[in-house]
């Protein structure tokens, strides 16, 4: 059983709409952390948002703050990622992302135990 799987990606006009799911199954009911990465061609893998199950607080790359809202439904076991104001720049693949809190900082990949196989994320001008 996959342990996450995304869903929601294609393909936006700047300025548009997309939002992305993440289902959790199987282990990841432990993870108190859930997250979105996204990695661009020939560009590392970056952080885009956090979302935190034991408070329910929520962290934002500077680059998507004001743009992008994390957030869960409980009763899904679903986190979403909504994402408004689109830009070219933000094409790349989306990934989703379950840990712990307390194993490094939000925004480094080995801080997550568990990944999604990503989304595509396509932002034409």
């Known amino acids: 059983q996959v342990p996450l799987v995304e869903s929601g990606g294609g393909s936006v006009q700047a300025g548009g709409s997309l939002r992305l799911s993440c289902a959790a199954s199987g282990d990841t009911y432990s993870s108190n952390k859930m997250a979105w990465f996204r990695q661009a061609p020939a560009k590392e893998r970056e952080a885009v948002a956090v979302?935190?199950?034991?408070?329910?607080?929520?962290g934002y790359a500077d680059s998507v703050k004001g743009r992008f809202t994390i957030s869960q439904d409980t009763a899904k076991n679903t986190v979403y990622l909504q994402m408004n104001s689109l830009k070219p720049e933000d094409t790349a693949m989306y990934y989703c992302?379950?840990?712990?809190w307390g194993r490094g900082r939000w925004t480094s990949s080995s801080a997550y135990d568990y990944w999604g196989q990503g989304t595509q994320v396509t932002v034409s001008s």
């Open positions: 979302f935190s199950k034991r408070d329910s607080s929520t």
């Open positions: 992302a379950a840990g712990l």
